[in-house]
């Protein structure tokens, strides 16, 4: 099984098989799954300062925020374009 990274803004990148789910930050439910996450030390800010506008959910139990829309990190993770383990681009 090969590693499959993706950018999910600003230079942070992440795995694609570790993800679980790509949500909205807006609703209630997820804004309380946040503070949790940041309350329990799990919680990763890659927004470097920008707004919220997806919330990823890892097989960790970690949050990770991300300030690019949830359909952009989606079609990233379908497209041919991926990032290798040696932080290289491949088609």
């Known amino acids: 099984m090969s590693i499959r990274l993706i950018n999910i803004g600003f230079g942070s990148i992440v795995s ?10 807006e609703s209630a439910p997820m804004k309380r799954l946040v503070q949790e996450a940041r309350e329990a030390g799990t919680l990763i800010d890659a927004t470097h ?5 997806a919330v990823l959910i890892m097989d960790s139990d970690h949050i990770v925020l991300s300030a690019v829309q949830p359909e952009t990190v989606a079609q990233r993770i379908f497209s041919k374009e991926e990032v290798t383990e040696e932080g290289q681009g491949k088609a």
């Open 16 to 25: 694609v098989n570790r993800i679980v789910a790509i949500v909205s930050p």
């Open 49 to 53: 300062g920008r707004r919220t506008r």
